[in-house]
């Protein structure tokens, strides 16, 4: 799983800010999840991406994030205005093409770590 | 309600000891597939067993080994012989279909101690 890259390890931010977490899923890869990690909390589903399209949003907040996987570069997950309740460990987890089966295990990225202060 | 449910929030056994982790799950799927993951102070996450629910044996990995009971809902995740590094928090997951994400109970942290 060493080779899901997510960067930054760490980000700080006020709140009001934006924040931008990426994901650089293992090579040959074509699909990305993003969980979220609230403390003392299990991984919960936000969005599942795969390059240039959207096909499951729906544990992502209304308002506020967002998340691409273009056809060049790393998936984004971008939270605007961030607030306290923010901060958290985001994980993404990339699959390849065909997406999983049900035996399919998640590699998952380090994570990044977001405080909002 | 949940779908993975792990009921010990803090377990502790001393080294070379046997421990026990408990999940249990709630699908209406007949085929899906489950897995336990490790997280260490660290914070990644490190699969470690995975079992599919037509699979007639129990997995087995090394020190670990999932006590399947399919019947009672229970995927239970067994440490052989436990080390200092096997402290950690541990979670238990569960993926219904294929292509959808994997759901994950709230834990369990496991420590050790000599």
């Known amino acids: 799983n060493a080779g899901v890259m997510q960067n930054p390890r760490h980000l700080v931010r006020r709140r009001g800010q934006e924040a931008r977490l990426r994901c650089s899923p293992m090579?040959?890869?074509?699909?990305v999840y993003w969980y979220r990690q609230l403390p003392e909390e299990g991984l919960k589903f936000m969005v599942y991406?795969?390059?240039?399209?959207?096909?499951?949003e729906s544990g992502m907040p209304k308002e506020r994030f967002s998340a691409e996987f273009p056809k060049e570069g790393p998936s984004i997950l971008r939270i605007q205005q961030v607030v306290r309740g923010d901060s958290a460990a985001y994980f993404c987890?990339?699959?390849?093409?065909?997406?999983?089966?049900?035996?399919?295990?998640?590699?998952f990225g380090q994570g990044t770590r977001l405080t909002v202060v | 309600a949940q779908k993975i449910t792990q009921t010990q929030p803090g377990m502790f056994v001393q080294e070379k000891e046997a421990v026990t982790l408990d999940c249990t799950y709630d699908t209406s799927d007949p085929s899906y597939g489950l897995f336990w993951y490790k997280q260490p102070s660290s914070g990644e996450m490190i699969f470690l067993i995975y079992?599919?629910?037509?699979?007639?044996q129990n997995a087995t990995e090394g020190r670990y080994s999932l006590n399947f009971q399919k019947a009672r809902k229970s995927a239970n995740l067994v440490i052989s012989a436990s080390q200092l590094g096997d402290s950690a928090m541990y979670f238990c997951a569960m993926r219904e279909k294929a292509g959808t994400a994997l759901i994950f109970g709230k834990g369990t942290t496991l420590s050790v101690s000599s």
């Open positions: 090579k040959g890869h074509s699909h």
């Open positions: 987890a990339s699959s390849p093409p065909g997406g999983v089966r049900e035996n399919t295990e998640a590699f």
């Open positions: 079992q599919g629910s037509y699979d007639q």
């Open positions: 991406l795969q390059k240039e399209n959207i096909i499951d």
